[in-house]
């Protein structure tokens, strides 16, 4: 019999960026990225309330979705799940979790291809400098949040700059949605601070977790709509 707390590690890898590894601990699967602990599938609450929220600010349909950061694949998969979505673009930094939902390791995504699903192996910051107007909602969980990120070359993402261009990535009136371990009001007043934002929400999520209490969080804003002609 293994052990509640054996781990078994199902992937490794090293490349530009870092070290991934992929683990599991009994029933968890764990990911831990160039040495910081990234998540685990204890509760995956809020990865998913990442994308339903975001979601439901979103009207219409045939919608475009950009997550940013894979992880092990919860958020992309609940975007998948509704049915108003046409294109889901999820873009990951490390080219070993890409293999790995291809090969159904991911237990957000154990089977792969799946309709409308795009994986890219790049960096989210590139990708939405050059995709203005592109997408109905932009999902960022590429850290644990902006005061404790995996890569330190991510704190732009963060960044007045770089809120603007995510904002920027967006239609009108689209959704920006970033997720954070902690509550990240600072993050919520940057955005709205900036003229390209507007419905700026600072959601808290509590997480019960080995018998403790967390406060996660989601930082929500709604990119501009032009003003009509005759406004």
């Known amino acids: 019999m293994i052990a509640d707390d054996e781990l078994h590690e199902l992937g490794r890898a090293s490349g530009a960026h870092g070290e991934v590894v992929l683990r599991r601990r009994g029933p968890v699967t764990e990911l831990v990225v160039d040495g910081v ?5 204890v509760d995956t609450s ?9 979601l439901r600010r979103c009207p ?8 940013g ?15 108003r979505v046409a294109v889901v673009d999820v873009v990951e930094l490390q080219p070993a979790l890409v293999d790995w939902a291809q090969t159904g390791l991911l237990p957000g995504l154990p089977s792969l291809p799946a309709d409308g699903l795009r994986l890219h192996t790049a960096d989210v910051a590139a990708v939405l400098a050059v995709g203005p107007s592109t997408w109905d909602a932009v999902l960022l969980d ?42 990240a009001p600072e993050l919520a007043a940057r955005l709205a601070a900036l003229p390209g934002a ?19 969080a989601i930082v929500l804003a709604r990119a501009v709509q032009p003003r009509s002609a005759d406004a």
């Open 60 to 67: 219409g349909a045939d919608l475009r979705v950009l997550v």
């Open 198 to 216: 507007t419905g700026v929400e600072h959601l808290l999520l509590p997480v019960q977790r080995d018998g403790r209490s967390f406060d996660y």
């Open 142 to 183: 590429v850290d644990n949040g902006p005061a404790f990120l995996v890569h330190q070359t991510n704190a732009g993402l963060y960044s007045t700059a770089g809120l603007a261009t995510a904002l920027a990535a967006l239609r009108p009136g689209g959704v920006l949605a970033v997720w954070s371990a902690d509550p």
């Open 46 to 54: 809020t990865e998913r309330a990442l994308a339903t929220e975001a």
């Open 37 to 41: 602990f990234a998540m685990d599938d």
């Open 69 to 83: 950061g894979l992880g092990l694949g919860w958020t992309a998969a609940t975007v998948l799940a509704d049915p």
